[in-house]
């Protein structure tokens, strides 16, 4: 998806969701002097750093990982 293009919904979305990546842990892309995690998610998609795909342009999975996942079935804590 070409972000640049999107929707002003579309990139906020994308940035809302970038920021959470954030807060749970990951690391910016950048270094800014704020440490609030969506202005650092809003200035990198700005800077073109962050990739974002539609349902229909996401890959499929490994068929591999399809077969390791039915395998397991209902996981118990007994």
Do not use: C
């Not at 929707?7 to 892309?29: C, D, Y």
């Not at 990739?51 to 395998?71: C, G, H, Q, S």
């Amino acid at each position: 998806m070409d972000i640049d293009e999107a929707a002003l919904f579309v990139r906020i979305n994308i940035a809302a969701q970038r920021a959470r990546q954030i807060m749970q842990g990951a690391a910016p892309k950048i270094h800014s002097r704020s440490r609030k995690p969506a202005a650092i998610a809003i200035q990198e998609l700005n800077d073109g750093l962050v990739e974002a795909f539609t349902a229909a342009e996401l890959p499929d999975p490994p068929e591999e990982a399809l077969l390791d996942d039915a395998d397991e079935g209902p996981e118990s804590n007994f």
